[in-house]
Nanobody, 126 residues
Framework: QVQLVESGGGSVQSGGSLRLSCAAS????????MGWFRQAPGKEREGVAA???????SYADSVKGRFTISQDNAKNTLYLQMNSLKPEDTAMYYC????????????????????WGQGTQVTVSS
């Protein structure tokens, strides 16, 4: 049974940093694609960043240059380093996993992930 547990969310001021973690279990982590998504109140869920089993990455334009996705296969853990945070980054952040069905860009933009964590809240104040 696939389990994804996010942590690391919190409240920071604009310009601050946070690192989100997602601990994965129940499947062969290294063979899957992983992603971070977010949903703000009243808005649709959007892809933030994704990474495939070879380490190729994809980012939403709004976070390029500020966020970095990475993974530690030995620890079955996915990370999202978020720097220069802005109030518009405020959202619930979700970790997602799926077999790599397409390119990582298409995986993220098509939201082609079947396994989801419960989310961790990120709040950025101005």
């Amino acid at each position: 049974q696939v389990q994804l547990v996010e942590s690391g969310g919190g409240s920071v001021q604009s310009g601050g940093s946070l690192r989100l973690s997602c601990a994965a279990s129940g499947y062969t982590y290294s063979s899957y694609c992983m992603g971070w998504f977010r949903q703000a109140p009243g808005k649709e869920r959007e892809g933030v960043a994704a990474i495939d089993s070879d380490g190729s990455t994809s980012y939403a334009d709004s976070v390029k240059g500020r966020f970095t996705i990475s993974q530690d296969n030995a620890k079955n853990t996915l990370y999202l380093q978020m720097n220069s945070l802005k109030p518009e980054d405020t959202a619930m952040y979700y970790c997602a996993a799926e077999s790599c069905l397409a390119t990582i860009t298409n995986m993220m933009w098509g939201s082609l992930f079947g396994y989801w964590g419960q989310g961790t809240q990120v709040t950025v104040s101005s």
